[in-house]
């Protein structure tokens, strides 16, 4: 499908958002206060309407298994895992017991999960052995599921009051993809409260930590999904999946030396995923690397007849193609395609050494040309002020217990009362400066003599107009701490951002470090050194 149509079917999509609730999924039965999503996330129990997965060729997926992933299961990455599995070299319950072991020994540090549903995942794993296995590329691969995705049996709590003793009685859309192609949950991921702020209990005291600096909480570990960005970081997941509605995939993703892909609004379904704001919540992989996201977001993607903006979309590419990097016999690294990069101004402005060097590397791939980019004249009014919109649209599904209950919100209560103090006439004027933006970002940036993909300093323009963007490994700060680059893309290119990412990282190593395990004294440490966030922290750093 050509450009100019893809532009136009993500127009008329966005204003369809914007304009009424016709996009948002049905309305979920009423089961009890205590146990009832918000409207307009769930079908009722038994509905499948969500297609299969698209299919992927095991066969096509082509990399070159390191030594470190012979010696420990637990360093393979998904798409090693495939290949080891594919040559029997590696059976998915020795896969699962490895990380189960880890989360044993290591999660009282991380508390990267909310949940762990060891039993289960060793038995899905023993009958993918046998063969009995729904089958599929991601077949023995154990994941971790951020714990707002809804999951049949398995406690979906949203780190919330609200949701303390919820049990779904089906899947999410993206969740019912991935065990339909194999994939085995291990368990659910911590998170932000309500998918607010970093992952802290609901009275705002922090749990999941970076990976790379377990024994101290104090380092940033990046937006709210942190528990599965944690979980694959430490090695206690293959892969993961997180929501992002102000930069919860790529953010952590480049806290913790992943790939984090955030699609276009409406590639994956959000059906039973606790929302945050309906124009602006997302779903998709955070991963090891280019190859693996691409695994992911293949399976996950595709419509959803429970999520009407996921119809009537253009196809998925072939994603996991654009994540195989073009080399030649001699060992030479190129685009798959000529790509112009937009590099704004202030794009230096910090990390300059490590960003600087990371233009040189995709400077010197052939089929890259970097292009300067001008930010126009009311770019931080756009990004910033108007951004502020969104709280209205939080508050919305979740009056009935600001209503009744507004201690059930916890440390994250502020932010739901701004949202309850927007009139309708500022949300409109938002949306009007969304769509306003939107132009500027398509006819300008990404116009006829701009640029294919866009480097960023922040998620928060991709994350208001629904644009796909991709962060990635790019190297460590001064404390070891993993720094990494965000990429923005034009309407359902996600297989154009893969394509640079792939061509980088075949290039650099970074995204292939591991993290040292904990030491015993931070284990010990574990439950008395961790800080809490205050109301006022959780309103500023709010999602």
């Known amino acids: 499908m050509s450009r100019a149509l893809n532009r136009r079917v993500f127009l008329a999509s966005s204003a369809a958002a914007v304009a009424s609730g016709v996009a948002l999924p049905a309305t979920s039965a009423q089961a009890s206060q205590a146990q009832t999503a918000p409207a307009g996330q769930a079908a009722s129990a038994g509905t499948r309407t969500t297609e299969q997965p698209s299919a992927i060729d095991p066969r096509d997926i082509r990399v070159d298994v390191r030594q470190a992933a012979l010696d420990d299961p637990s360093e393979a990455t998904l798409a090693e895992a495939v290949v080891l ?21 290591y999660d009282a540090t991380y508390q990267a999960y909310a949940e762990v549903t060891g039993d289960a995942a060793l038995a899905a794993a023993r009958r993918a052995d046998r063969g009995e296995g729904p089958g599929g590329v991601l077949s023995g691969i154990p994941l971790c599921i951020k714990d707002n995705y809804f999951t049949n049996g398995v406690p979906t709590r949203c780190n919330s009051y609200i949701f303390e003793d919820f049990v779904p009685d089906e899947d999410a859309a993206a969740v019912a993809r991935l065990t339909a192609a194999g994939g085995i949950v291990l368990g659910k991921g911590q998170m932000g409260p309500l998918a607010t702020t970093r992952a802290t209990k609901p009275n705002g005291t922090v749990t999941t930590v970076n990976a790379w600096t377990p024994d101290d909480p104090a380092v940033d ?12 970081a430490a090695r206690l997941a293959s892969s993961s999946i997180g929501t992002q509605t102000g930069g919860s995939i790529v953010l952590p993703s480049n806290q913790q030396n992943l790939t984090g892909l955030k699609p276009t609004m409406g590639r994956v379904s959000v059906h039973g995923v606790i929302p945050l704001s309906f124009t602006r919540d997302h779903s998709g992989p955070l991963a090891r690397d280019a190859m693996d996201a691409a695994i992911m977001l293949q399976v996950m993607a595709g419509p959803d007849a429970r999520d009407p903006r996921t119809l009537g979309l253009p196809d998925v590419p072939d994603l996991v193609r654009a994540a195989t990097p073009v080399v030649s016999r001699g060992g030479a690294v190129r685009m798959r395609r000529a790509t112009r990069i937009g590099v704004p101004t202030d794009f ?4 300059k050494k490590l960003r600087g060097a990371f233009l040189d590397t995709l400077d010197a791939t052939p089929g890259v040309t970097l292009v300067n980019v001008t930010y126009p004249t009311d770019w931080a009014l756009l990004t910033g002020t108007f951004n502020a919109a969104r709280l209205a649209e939080r508050t919305e599904p979740f009056r009935h217990w600001l209503r009744t209950d507004p201690t059930k919100f916890g440390v994250s209560l502020l932010s739901w009362l701004q949202g309850l103090m927007l009139s309708g006439d500022e949300w409109i004027t938002g949306q009007r400066a969304k769509n306003h933006l939107l132009r500027e970002v398509l006819d300008g940036t990404f116009g006829d003599d701009g640029c294919d993909v866009l480097l960023q300093t922040g998620p928060v323009p991709f994350d208001i107009l629904g644009l796909p963007e991709i962060g990635f490994p790019i190297g460590f700060d001064d404390d070891g701490v993993p720094v990494g680059a965000i990429l923005g893309g034009q309407p359902y290119e996600e297989d154009r951002l893969l394509e640079v990412a792939a061509a980088y990282q075949s290039l650099t190593d970074w995204h292939t470090r591991r993290p040292s395990d904990p030491a015993m004294a931070a284990r010990l440490r574990s439950a008395t050194v961790r800080p809490r966030v205050t109301a006022e922290e959780a309103a500023a750093a709010s999602a």
């Open 85 to 105: 599995m594919r040559r029997g070299k590696l059976s998915a319950t020795d896969l699962v017991q490895a990380y189960l072991e880890r989360i044993e020994r």
């Open 221 to 232: 570990p990046g937006g709210s999904s942190t528990g599965p960005a944690c979980a694959v």
């Open 348 to 351: 230096l402005s910090s990390q």
